[in-house]
C-alpha cells in the first residue's frame, strides 16, 4: 500500500506555532492566556449588587413586619380588668346571716376571650359563697385547688364545713386557708364578692379570676 503523503507544513501555520523560549523566559500560564480586550469585572460593580439586593430585602421586610404586627396586636394589648359576674342573689342565699355558713357552689358564666376570639356566655370557672365563722360577709372562693387546678371538695364536718382537694389532699378550712401539711403552696384564692342593688333585689356579684396554679402568689391566668 501506498504512503499517504503529509501536508507540508507551510511558513503560515509555522508562524503561529510557539517558538522555544529564550533561556530564562517561564511559560505562560492559563490565567494569563485572555483574550486581548478582556478586561475583568471592576469589583466595585459587586458590591454595588449586593448593596442593591440587601436593600431590595429590606424593602420588603417593611410590609411582612407591618402585617405580623398588626396579626400579634391582640397579644399586646393590656389585659382588661376582671368585671362583677353576677352569681346568685342575696334573697336565694340558704342562710347567709348563719355564722360559718357554707352558702353554696356557683358555676361562672362569662364572656371568654383569648387574644383572636370571644366567646359569650361560658362557663369560665365556680366559686364557693360561704360566711366564715366570726364574719357576717360573703366570701368567694375559686373552686379550683392553688396546687395544680383540680376541682376542691367539701367535707362537712360535726363542727363546721371545711374543703379537701381529691388529688394530693391538700386540705383548707372554711375560709379557705391552708391546713398544714399541705402541699398547696397558697390558701384557696378568694375572688372580690359584692352586693349591690339591681332594679329592687340585691344582687351578690363576683369580680371571677383563675390563677395560675403551682406559685405561692395569686397570679392570674392570662
Ligand atoms: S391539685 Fe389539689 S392538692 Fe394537688
Known amino acids: 500500500m501506498d504512503d499517504i503523503p503529509l501536508a507540508p507544513v507551510t511558513p503560515a501555520v509555522r508562524k503561529n506555532q510557539p517558538g522555544p523560549l529564550p533561556p530564562g523566559r ?4 492559563a490565567h494569563h492566556a485572555v483574550a486581548p480586550g478582556f478586561q475583568e469585572p471592576p469589583r466595585r460593580g459587586f458590591f454595588m449588587q449586593a448593596l442593591a439586593v440587601l436593600l431590595g430585602g429590606l424593602v420588603g421586610l417593611v ?3 407591618a402585617g405580623l404586627a398588626v396579626y400579634l396586636d391582640p397579644l399586646r394589648r393590656i389585659r382588661g380588668k376582671a368585671e362583677p359576674v353576677p352569681v346568685t342573689t342575696l334573697d336565694a342565699l340558704p ?4 355564722h360559718d355558713a357554707l352558702v353554696g357552689l ?8 383569648d387574644a383572636w376570639n370571644l366567646y359569650p356566655n361560658e362557663p369560665v370557672g365556680a366559686v364557693y359563697l360561704v360566711v366564715p365563722k366570726g364574719t357576717k360577709e360573703i ?3 375559686n373552686a379550683t385547688c392553688p396546687h395544680l387546678g383540680c376541682f376542691v ?4 364536718g360535726s363542727d363546721g364545713y371545711s374543703f379537701k382537694c381529691p388529688c394530693h389532699t391538700s386540705a383548707f378550712t372554711g375560709d379557705g386557708s391552708r391546713i398544714m ?9 378568694e375572688m372580690k364578692c359584692t352586693v349591690t342593688k339591681v332594679d329592687g333585689r340585691l344582687d351578690v356579684s363576683v369580680v371571677f379570676e383563675n390563677f395560675q396554679p403551682g406559685l405561692e402568689e395569686k397570679k392570674p391566668k392570662t
Open 26 to 29: 517561564v511559560p505562560p500560564t
Open 63 to 65: 410590609p411582612l413586619a
Open 95 to 98: 342562710d347567709a346571716s348563719k
Open 106 to 113: 356557683y358555676k361562672i358564666m362569662a364572656n371568654r376571650q
Open 139 to 141: 366570701k368567694a372562693l
Open 153 to 156: 371538695d367539701v367535707q362537712q
Open 181 to 189: 401539711p399541705c402541699v398547696s403552696p397558697r390558701n384557696m384564692d
